[in-house]
């Protein structure tokens, strides 16, 4: 089965030019569909696609009705707000909408002239969340990362029975999901005693994390109680965004027992503004196969399908700016680099386990994948696993040292995939930044 | 400081005579609020008030404006689907509909003849949610059901170190909760395997199991990054139903590790059709103390009006029918009897808790209280304890013994509040259905 069609060609150009620059990462074979507005601007946050340094405005568009069918369909869904009720329709909608979107910003398209006055300059837009956000879910599907975080505690045996069964999760906060360019107070909160029986402390997070993760969106759910059989998981599945799951460490050790984390990732979790497809997505596709030593996943969590090409090739990398050095205009620096085909579960498997109690899952709710760490060093998707927990300080290229997040510490990951002869699809960017505590 | 005023004036009668008939549970001096329509019927839900054996439309009273000011404001926020918008408002709006729908149902009120026509009989309406839920939290309020379950796994030392410190909570799933008569298949999924290393067993739960708890609506929510002062605190509750957290104990042993509990809760969650506002719970408030071998609560969580008038007193209780008893034409088999007032952690300090961090709550969000289980025998609020985890069955009055619910079991939860010389201040029942699984 090949997932690839003429969207897919390589040799695609629009005229839309910046979308043709090399490594640009939002050309004609990518477009993520986000919510925008004019900066600053008085009108609606709307529906729109990016491509190149432009977006296209759908919601407009859609005014125009130039597409009958699943596309025209798809295309009405964009009137809104949201992309929920896009995410509602089916795959066959999506990539309608997909095929129209492609042929009419192609060079040469009838359609440029009716689509220029549809393009914003992407340096002029604001973003808000792509979805309403009804539910959102954190799983934690990096082995390596579970490994790294099981040795703060249990050196010899780091990995729970579980991990290599059960596609760990927890339910997180939607309320506080934001996105890119979120600022927000340091978390304060009670920490572990100085000792067995005294009180324990209070204030200010002092091991305040970030976390390097994807967000799932979902498309199409499911009845409440009907189980999403592995084989049709990724067409409950309408894109990726890159996601900061923000962590206080400290809160963590606290609290966590036995109900799992709250008050110490609640605070605030932050999303890239675009939503790449599971279509543009295709030519990264790789197989998904478990080592020889590992079990093999339960019937319901195996298919073909999944063992075939299950996995993505999408490449993630983690930068850091501080008050230093920006008031020196240097470089962010790069803290990590790591890649979302290293994990050890699928979104296909997320989303079947996820269903298979019966849960009901909706359009727009988010599935985050947990810290995406690689195997290797340099891998690290958190401060936590770069700097042992705090024991060895990293140095920036500007001088400063880091073990855990200062104020006005700004985060960013990025996301990408690259391929020979293929032009770069971009994730784009989620920056976030550290504000001083309010004073308790 | 007396929360008391003329609405609970016990001599209060309506001029809609159910109201006035002993221990009906919903006389003028209780007035929930909920979301219904005609049964089968295709109007929208609205918003209404119960009274006596009737619901007041309060959608409808509102086109007919007979209010200015908060109570007008407030009414005109019930010409709605869900409780939400009246929710957001404030605590003086809230109480001003009140005192308005108190009057206005009082014996010799003018408004008599304008509202009989928009009264219902509650026999013939059906429930939606009262409010579209954000976010859903569940606390583990009560120190006797924490130990009971932590004495399944540390008999010696039941009760972590940070549970008299920290009120535990975690996120839990929104859209799977209904409405009381909600039914469900049982979920599906792994289980700790019979040996070590050995793959997870995978099929229906065989140890499915109720909660018995309290849910808080929120009103006014938070700006994302402020704090919620304890003393405050309150002026965010709108009010409380019943909550039934159905738990699947066989799933959650074996996924509940490190993240807390996922599959094992989050397929069904079953609430009260009726908010009863905390307005309406007044004359059962009682103090809020400490034993004196407790340590007193950190200075965010303490406050002279928490410990003062905190708790409530409000009887709980768990009844059980299943489908031999239904047959037999059998009464329902009270299970168990608890209390909220022997919570270790008050609605206030959950808030307050809740948002120390900065986490932002929104009108219309669900704190469930965790499991209200009493300090003696008889007030367990699970199976898990009264069958100490599946031991010790029990035996019902029709002949059948239960460990863990059987298919088509039905669990009925009951709240209420009495008091010498007041009337009976119901808050209604939850119940819900466990439906066969749907086969593998």
Chains 1, 2 share one sequence.
Not at 56 to 68: G, I, K, M, V, Y
Not at 399 to 411: C, H, I, M, P
Request: aromatic share 8%; glycine share 10%.
């Amino acid at each position: 089965m090949s997932f690839l069609n003429e969207t897919h060609d390589p040799a695609l150009q629009s005229w839309v030019t910046s979308a043709n620059v090399p490594d640009n990462g939002f050309p004609i074979q990518n477009l993520p569909y986000g919510v925008f507005r004019e900066k600053g601007g008085h009108h609606d946050f709307r529906v729109g696609v990016a491509i190149g340094d432009k977006v296209l405005d759908l919601a407009a568009l859609a005014l125009l009705s130039p597409w009958t069918g699943p596309a025209g369909e798809a295309l009405q869904a964009c009137d809104a707000q949201t992309l929920n009720k896009l995410m509602a329709l089916s795959p066959e909608h999506w990539s309608a909408l997909r095929l129209a979107l492609s042929k009419a910003l192609r060079e040469g398209s009838d359609l440029q002239g009716k689509l220029e006055p549809l393009l914003h300059d992407r340096a002029a837009i604001e973003h808000n969340l792509p979805a309403q956000i009804g539910d959102y879910t954190d799983f934690y599907i990096s082995v390596h990362h579970a490994t790294a975080v099981g040795k703060q505690f249990r050196p010899d045996n780091p990995l729970l029975p579980n991990y290599k069964w059960v596609p760990i999760g927890y339910h997180g906060r939607a309320s506080t999901i934001g996105v890119s360019g979120q600022a927000f107070p340091r978390p304060v909160g009670q920490t572990r005693p100085a000792e067995d029986g005294a009180a324990p402390g209070f204030g200010p997070s002092q091991r305040l994390d970030y976390e390097l993760e994807l967000g799932i969106f979902l498309g199409q759910g499911n009845q409440h109680g009907q189980r999403i059989d592995i084989r049709e998981a990724e067409s409950h599945v309408f894109g990726f965004c890159i996601l900061n799951d923000w962590s206080a460490r400290d809160l963590q050790a606290w609290e966590y027992q036995p109900l799992g984390p709250f008050l110490a990732k609640n605070f605030a979790s932050t999303i890239s503004p675009w939503v790449v497809t599971l279509e543009a997505l295709a030519p990264f596709r790789q197989p998904f196969q478990r080592a020889a030593e590992d079990p093999q996943p339960l019937p319901y969590l195996t298919s073909d399908e999944n063992r075939e090409h299950g996995a993505f090739d999408v490449e993630l990398e983690v930068l850091l700016t501080t008050e230093a050095s920006r008031s020196q205009g240097a470089q962010p620096a790069s803290l990590s680099r790591s890649n979302f085909r290293d994990a050890y579960w699928s979104a296909a498997q997320l989303v079947t386990h996820h269903s298979v109690n019966g849960c009901k899952l909706q359009p727009g709710d988010l599935l985050g994948t947990g810290t995406l760490s690689g195997p290797s060093q340099g891998e690290e998707g958190s401060l936590l696993e770069i700097t042992g927990n705090g024991r060895n300080p990293i140095k920036l290229p500007w001088g400063e040292e880091r073990t855990f997040l200062q104020d006005n510490d700004e985060v960013i990951l990025r996301a990408r995939c690259t391929k020979p002869g293929y032009p770069v699809i971009s994730l784009g960017e989620c920056a976030g930044t550290v504000l001083p505590a309010i004073p308790v």
